[in-house]
């Protein structure tokens, strides 16, 4: 049976806002908590979105015994912290992508979820938006026959103020965490688990890579050719996957909600989701799994956690060796 669940989230930042804003409109999600360091920010954001309480600490919201999960949206370096913090407090957590920094710390945090008996996911929005489900579903049912390459950009003009998130090492900034994480994940999900990935990148002064392009090799047959940035003047979001006897095209694929299957070039099927957002399938999916007494959800596995983590430290790292501080 369906049932409510009371919500707490910690990080009241740009992105919380459109999933508060999503979370209200599940009619069984409860809007409970917002915590932030700032009792001003959380008491604004908690009275715009509806939530019945704020707090000035993060130790206040994971001992409120209305809150069932944690949704935790900090910068990514905070990530670890706060979910143990959550997950020792007998709370489910949903954990904005990447779950961690890096491979061993998320390992480790799914070895506490594990040993305590409570959920965790990884907030991969992605995997769960209906237009994927149906391009999966196209390529799994061998609509254009052996996949063979798959592409995808997510690239953007970003900041440049040494500051900012994006190029603060010690936040944990950079193009790939941040967002070449996305179309990683898309090649993983679409083509399954990746045997091997190489990568060129360029580094900003600050020392985190502003650009990136990736080719992965999949145990499927599969490749991947993927790329990330925050110094493109145009946004390029899209992906492409090529068969042998077709190919699918998603436009904005982080987000999606059209698919279109070709051949020969020609649209042959065009999915159009009726959707409500772009996280409402990730929260009614993690609900779901609670209702199941499940301690990971199916749509996004630990395993699957942990495999996309373990691709991102090599290409961080063959980027980190390579590259020159300007």
């Known amino acids: ?58 130790e206040e919201i994971v001992t409120d015994n209305e809150v069932d999960i944690i949704y935790v949206v900090v910068p990514h370096v905070f990530h670890r912290k ?68 798959l592409k995808a950009d997510f690239c953007f003009s970003g900041p440049s103020d040494p500051e900012d998130r994006l190029m603060n090492a010690s936040l944990g900034g950079g193009a790939l965490l941040d967002v070449g994480v996305y179309p990683v994940f898309l090649a993983q999900h679409l083509f399954g688990d990746i045997e091997s990935a190489q990568a060129e990148g360029t580094l900003t002064h600050t020392g985190v890579e502003d650009s990136c392009v990736i080719s992965t090799r999949h145990r499927s047959g599969g490749i991947g050719a993927l790329s990330c940035s925050f110094r493109s003047n145009d946004e ?66 630990h395993s699957d956690t942990l495999n996309l983590a373990k691709t991102i430290d090599q290409i961080r790292s063959a980027i980190l060796q390579q590259g020159e501080i300007p």
């Open 236 to 301: 390029a979001m899209d992906a492409t996957i090529l068969g042998t006897e077709g190919s699918i095209e998603i436009p904005v694929f982080h987000k999606a909600n059209r698919a279109i299957l070709k051949r020969n070039g020609t649209p042959v099927e065009t999915y159009q989701a009726d959707q409500s957002g772009m996280v409402y399938a990730e929260i009614e999916s993690v609900m779901d799994a609670l209702d199941h007494n499940l301690i990971e959800c199916p749509g996004h596995t």
């Open 82 to 149: 706060i979910a143990e913090m959550a997950l020792n407090a007998g709370k489910a957590v949903l954990c904005e992508k990447p779950l961690t920094t890096s491979f061993a710390d998320s390992k480790a945090l799914i070895e506490l979820a594990r040993e305590r008996g409570l959920f965790l996911m990884e907030a991969m929005k992605t995997g769960f938006l209906p237009a994927i489900k149906q391009a999966k579903k196209w390529i799994d049912s061998g609509e254009i026959g052996d996949p063979k390459i």
């Open 1 to 58: 049976m369906s049932s409510p669940y009371g919500w707490g989230l910690i990080g009241p930042g740009r992105f919380a806002r459109e999933f508060a804003d999503e979370l209200r409109r599940a009619g069984r999600a409860k809007c409970v908590s917002v915590a932030s360091r700032n009792i001003e920010k959380s008491s604004s954001f908690a009275n715009e979105f509806g939530f019945t309480r704020a707090y000035g600490s993060y």
